[in-house]
């Protein structure tokens, strides 16, 4: 099991939404989405802060075979598609803010940017849903 996959299991298996993990370690939601989704890895103090919030050792996040086995590949990857349908929804949200002008100024690029990384993590959870289908 990989860093994404712990912290996803940690939060879920600990009743804690996104929001509320992402209020106790100061970031952003669509950060613990990431993070979740395997996009991107926690910094160094976020992940001494994940491990104090979940109360769990640092080398249990980053060790890939000290993990836990009680999801099943498909049920994984079940939840994470669930969880990049709520970044596709706020996707939509934000590109409707994005073309109310009909500029696109180099903040707005960034946050397209930000916004195609979330898109392509949920190609690849679709890629990897439609595998574990197959069988």
Do not use: C
């Not at 100061?26 to 395997?38: A, D, I, M, N, Y």
């Not at 969880?83 to 706020?90: G, Q, Y």
Request: no cysteine.
């Amino acid at each position: 099991m990989n860093i994404a996959e712990k912290i996803f299991y940690l939060r879920t298996s600990n009743g804690h939404s996104q929001e509320d993990m992402a209020d106790a370690l100061g970031v952003s939601r669509q950060t613990v989405s990431k993070w979740e989704l395997g996009n991107a890895i926690p910094d160094t103090d976020k992940i001494v802060a994940i491990s104090a919030y979940f109360h769990v050792t640092t080398d249990f996040l980053l060790i890939d075979d000290y993990g836990i086995e009680s999801l099943s590949n498909l049920d994984r990857v079940v939840i994470k598609f669930i969880n990049s349908a709520r970044d596709m929804e706020s996707i939509a949200d934000e590109l409707v803010n994005i073309a109310k002008d009909g500029v696109i100024d180099a903040e707005e690029k960034v946050r397209l940017n930000d916004m195609m990384e979330l898109v392509e993590g949920v190609f690849q959870t679709v890629e990897e849903l439609k595998r574990l289908m197959e069988v």
